[in-house]
């Protein structure tokens, strides 16, 4: 029910509210990923599903007033965080994890893909990026080691069939649907067991 009432309040915030929230950030810390939701829903959000439900289909790592994200056309790069609200006048849910990690490491791996294009095939090599791929990459142990291991994609809706809408995207670029293929989303990502869920709205 709290939920439910946080994804009310936010469908009526306008962007003046929205900014007049920033004040608030406090509450955020470094290596926080901010989890954006697509309330209407789209291809993403068709064939993969977030915590609790919910229409996930983007995400970012919080430092120091800024949020390194990796989106279309921008490739890589450092958002600051009244921009990033200001682009997702939405519900953002915080997602804090719960197990060690180096904060340091994880940062400097995720400033180092800065400037790497967007990779709007989903294929995890690192040449160019999406943004669950970058948290994926980024976060680490203080050993090195990744901390989200990487999953079999998915690109089955709940009837288990593959939309069109991707298999005509892939199509274009003379390729099969990726299905199966080791890789990420920021949905999968929000329901990992080391994955705390703060329901706020700033």
């Given at each position: 029910?709290?939920?439910?009432a946080?994804?009310?309040?936010c469908s009526?915030?306008?962007?003046?509210?929205?900014?007049?929230?920033l004040t608030?950030?406090?509450?955020?810390?470094?290596c926080?990923l901010?989890?954006?939701?697509s309330?209407?829903?789209n291809?993403?959000?068709?064939?993969?599903?977030?915590?609790?439900?919910?229409?996930?289909?983007h995400v970012?790592i919080?430092?120091k007033?800024?949020?390194?994200?990796?989106?279309p056309?921008?490739?890589?790069?450092?958002?600051?965080i009244?921009?990033?609200?200001?682009?997702?006048?939405h519900?953002?849910?915080?997602?804090?994890?719960?197990?060690?990690f180096?904060?340091?490491?994880?940062?400097?791996?995720?400033?180092?893909c800065?400037?790497?294009?967007?990779?709007?095939?989903y294929?995890?090599?690192?040449?160019?990026?999406?943004?669950?791929?970058?948290?994926?990459?980024?976060?680490?142990n203080?050993?090195?080691?990744?901390?989200?291991k990487?999953?079999?994609m998915t690109?089955r809706d709940?009837?288990?069939e593959?939309p069109?809408?991707?298999?005509?995207?892939y199509?274009?670029?003379g390729?099969q649907v990726?299905?199966g293929?080791?890789g990420?989303n920021?949905?999968?990502?929000?329901?990992?067991?080391?994955?705390k869920?703060?329901?706020?709205t700033?």
């Amino acid at each position: 029910m709290i939920l439910l009432a946080c994804l009310m309040l936010c469908s009526c915030l306008s962007s003046a509210q929205v900014l007049k929230m920033l004040t608030s950030y406090r509450q955020l810390h470094s290596c926080d990923l901010l989890f954006c939701l697509s309330p209407e829903g789209n291809a993403i959000t068709d064939v993969t599903q977030g915590a609790n439900g919910l229409q996930i289909d983007h995400v970012g790592i919080y430092h120091k007033g800024k949020v390194i994200e990796a989106i279309p056309k921008q490739g890589v790069c450092l958002t600051p965080i009244d921009s990033f609200m200001a682009r997702n006048q939405h519900l953002i849910i915080i997602g804090r994890v719960s197990v060690p990690f180096s904060k340091r490491k994880t940062i400097q791996r995720a400033k180092q893909c800065l400037g790497l294009p967007y990779d709007s095939l989903y294929i995890p090599d690192l040449k160019a990026v999406y943004c669950s791929e970058l948290v994926q990459h980024a976060f680490c142990n203080r050993q090195g080691e990744r901390l989200f291991k990487p999953i079999g994609m998915t690109f089955r809706d709940s009837t288990g069939e593959i939309p069109s809408y991707w298999k005509n995207f892939y199509r274009q670029f003379g390729m099969q649907v990726p299905e199966g293929v080791e890789g990420s989303n920021p949905g999968e990502l929000s329901r990992r067991p080391c994955m705390k869920l703060l329901y706020k709205t700033f």
